[in-house]
């Protein structure tokens, strides 16, 4: 029996006289999304109809996740509101803080050792509250999440931006802030502004070396990274409909490097051969009895441009297998072309690792393909030119394919089979030489390449692609080599091709653990004891940020003009950082540390304005808040591109930061921003950022006029006396203003005026 199957069938029972209700309010059909967003408002039964990128609607969602990075501050916060047990069904999963050095053994029990003090921590705080916790080891989040929880139809916020991956079953589930969450399970609204719609129609069918992660790698070269920002992306036809529900996931997994809200497909046969083999034949059988509305209707998908804001249309037959990258996961380039790209742009065509797995592309499917190309290797009398890696989803995949023989498949290449863990994908990969610096290239299926991101090397270029086409390249070694055209020679000097990879959809026998890792809550939590060492460096408890003194900000500093891309990776860096997650004053210490200062063209350099001397950002933004002097942030477009991760905005607010001044943000981040009683405000005119001088001096002119729709003056004086006075404009309503007037969302949450 599936978890929370009472839930479920709670949610299918209302939905089909709330879709009703809401088409008829809308006066057209509706698309899938709409009915699950409809299916999902705070007040029940819809009542008007919301205008897309206008409206902020409350919303009540099915179920919440944290993974252990995030979930360290979320619960720090959730402690503060004063409840016995979770709202709503969550769990804790521990994924991140595994670091890939040797082998999954290993690693394992190293980062059991020396992150014992926080597994201890959200294990108890999770038998305390009510909420499912996964062991270190069970898996990825979001693997483990559709294995287990997942279902077509529901609504789910995560503390992670991969999240989306539960599109893949049919969810509209949206990455958040650990306040987001503290929110939900607090058993409060969760507001979220009412999304533009984005289309995708797929039409044709996949084969040969052309794989599911093609499908977002071309969509990301149409849309960018910004592309589906405040929309949610809905895939439907042909296609779609003949592709697996896992390849749906990694589809959806991926759409956070568009900046998209969420993504999802309608349920179809394939998800319900999924539920049923990840022994959720329950699930399956109450969707199947609400099927029609576990999908857009009819005339919208027959017609998709009267019903999307934007329609993007993709024939799966003559789709191209690509790579994207390097240093963005939107520059899609088909393999085709990629050895012209690489010259051209002098990339390393030597590829030194290639690595497969993560939450984006670790299911049976992925792995069976991959292996049958490993099987290659000896039946063609090849050698791997590449070192590579597989990291598996779950604990649930990694006992499958063991059993199934793939383990032994790659051991037989030279492979290493890392924990079941985030590992390389966030940083967490102890990479032999990675220290020197040197240009190198690597490819891998997982979802994310900016610089640094897998070994903190800032000159690695990493490519994505499917697991497949990874697996070949390490096998060639070459980036510039293109499976479906080129030959390799074998250790007979003869000319071979690799035959296109096969693989099943799912394990003929089954999926097997013999421990997959969960821990269920205390009945009762009431009598469980959480401490937290005062001395701990990994642990802090948190103190209320102080509520704004209703007066303009005046004699603010500038801290730093960050130029070009500023991702949560530039404001709070992940890798070895990970470990002060829970610990507010230590992580500050990595504060904006990668953004370039746009004045010197630096990193982590920036002008103290009350010394003259140049310093660490984190190290000036102290020197200003001990003087009791505020200051504000300027960057440029969707700043805070990237992760939830809401140290991002914790951190600046706790380090006296008032106002981040950007051309566009990221919509994670920017709620972050504003949940921590920050001032995220964008220019109204962009050419203003050109304005902003290293020694200026910042006044807020009216902030006590503070309202929604109104925009914000500051007044910027130079060091040469003169001003420049910019109009910045914002999209606080009058509840996240009240945020910030109170200090942060969960300081209205602790005072239960929320």
């Known amino acids: 029996m599936a978890f929370d199957i009472e839930m479920i069938k709670k949610v299918y029972e209302n939905m089909p006289g709330r879709v009703d209700k809401a088409r008829e309010i809308v006066g057209r059909p509706l698309t899938l999304t709409e009915k699950i967003l409809y299916n999902h408002l705070w007040d029940g039964n819809p009542t008007k109809a919301f ?7 409350d919303f009540a969602p099915d179920r919440v996740a944290c993974q252990d990075a995030t979930a360290q501050m979320a619960l720090l916060q959730f402690m503060h509101a004063g409840k016995a047990k979770v709202a709503v069904p969550t769990t804790v999963h521990c994924d991140h803080l595994i670091q890939a050095k040797i082998d999954a053994a290993t690693d394992l029990a190293r980062a059991k050792t020396q992150s014992n003090e926080v597994f ?69 609204a969760w507001e979220l502004k009412f999304p533009k719609l984005i289309g995708v129609k797929l039409t044709g069918k996949l084969s040969g070396w052309t794989a599911p992660k093609d499908v977002i790698l071309k969509v990301a070269g149409i849309l960018t ?14 296609g779609a409909t003949a592709m697996s529900c896992t390849g749906k996931g990694t589809i959806c ?32 059988d109450a969707a199947d009895k609400v099927a029609s509305y576990l999908t857009g209707d009819p005339e919208v998908y027959a017609d998709p441009h009267e019903y999307f804001d934007q329609v993007i249309e993709i024939n799966l037959s003559t789709l191209e297998p690509h790579l994207n990258g390097p240093f963005t996961p939107d520059l899609a380039t088909p393999i085709s072309k990629m050895k012209e790209e690489a010259i051209k742009n002098n990339w390393p065509l030597q590829i030194q690792v290639g690595l497969i797995g993560s939450c984006t592309n670790s299911s049976y499917e992925d792995i069976s393909r991959a292996a049958s190309l490993a099987r290659q290797v000896a039946d063609k009398n090849l050698k791997t030119k590449a070192q590579f890696t597989i990291t598996p989803g779950s604990e649930v995949v990694r006992s499958t394919i063991e059993r199934d023989g793939f383990i032994d498949t790659f051991h037989k290449i030279g492979a290493t089979v890392f924990a079941n863990a985030c590992g390389p994908c966030i940083g967490m990969w102890d990479r032999e030489g ?72 799912l394990p003929s026998k089954g999926f097997y653990a013999e421990d997959p890792g969960f821990q269920a809550p205390a009945a009762d939590g009431s009598g469980v004891e959480v401490v937290v060492n005062p001395a701990s460096e990994r642990l802090q408890l948190l103190a209320p940020f102080n509520a704004w ?11 730093i003009k960050a130029f070009g891309k500023c991702t949560t990776d530039h404001i709070s860096m992940a890798g070895p950082w990970l470990r002060f997650r829970g610990h507010l004053d230590n992580i500050s210490n990595n504060m904006l540390i ?63 930061v008032k106002a981040v001044l950007v051309k566009s943000f990221a919509r994670i981040h920017e709620t972050n921003l504003k949940k921590q009683g920050l001032l995220g405000l964008t220019f109204a005119n962009e050419a203003d950022y050109d304005k902003i001088q290293e020694n200026d001096t910042i006044n807020f002119l009216d902030l006590t006029e503070f309202a929604p729709g109104k925009p914000l003056t500051l007044e910027f004086v130079h060091a040469d006396g003169t001003k420049d006075v910019i109009l910045a404009n914002h999209t606080y309503n009058e509840g996240q203003i009240g945020w910030f007037v109170a200090g942060s969302a969960l300081n209205l949450i602790a005072a239960g005026k929320a």
């Open 434 to 505: 990675a220290e020197k610096e040197e240009r190198n290239t690597i490819v891998h299926s997982f979802n994310r390449n900016f610089s640094k991101r897998a070994d903190g090397n800032p000159n690695t270029l990493a490519f994505v692609g499917s697991p497949e086409l990874v697996t070949a390249l390490a096998i060639a070694g070459d980036l510039g080599f293109n499976p479906l055209t080129d030959k390799l020679i074998n250790e007979d000097g003869e000319e071979v091709m690799l035959e296109i990879p096969t693989g099943d959809e």
């Open 549 to 559: 003194d209703g007066k303009n900000i005046t004699g603010a500093k500038l801290l």
């Open 225 to 238: 990274v910004k592309g589906g920002t405040g929309a949610i992306v809905e895939y439907f036809g042909e």
């Open 253 to 284: 997994n991926m759409g956070a490097e568009i900046g998209a809200t969420t993504s999802t497909f309608g349920y179809d046969d394939s998800m319900s051969r999924y539920l049923r083999s990840t022994n959720r034949a329950d699930v399956a």
């Open 51 to 57: 205008g897309r990128g206008v409206d902020y609607v």
């Open 120 to 188: 201890d921590f959200l294990s108890s705080v999770s038998n305390k509250y009510g909420i499912g916790f996964w062991k270190p080891g069970a898996g990825i989040i979001h693997q483990v999440v559709l294995e287990n929880y997942a279902f077509p139809g529901g609504m789910m916020i995560g503390t992670d931006s991969h999240t989306v991956n539960a599109g893949g079953l049919g969810m509209v589930a949206i990455g958040v802030g650990g306040a987001d969450a503290v929110d939900v399970m607090s058993g409060m």
């Open 594 to 656: 990668g953004a370039v200062n746009a004045f010197n063209q630096k990193t982590n350099s920036v002008k103290n304005q009350l010394t003259g001397e140049y310093d660490a950002v984190p190290a000036v933004a102290r020197s200003y808040k001990a003087a009791g002097v505020p200051s504000i942030v300027v960057g440029d477009h969707n700043y805070g591109e990237g992760s939830s991760r809401e140290h991002a905005a914790m951190e600046p607010r706790f380090l006296g």
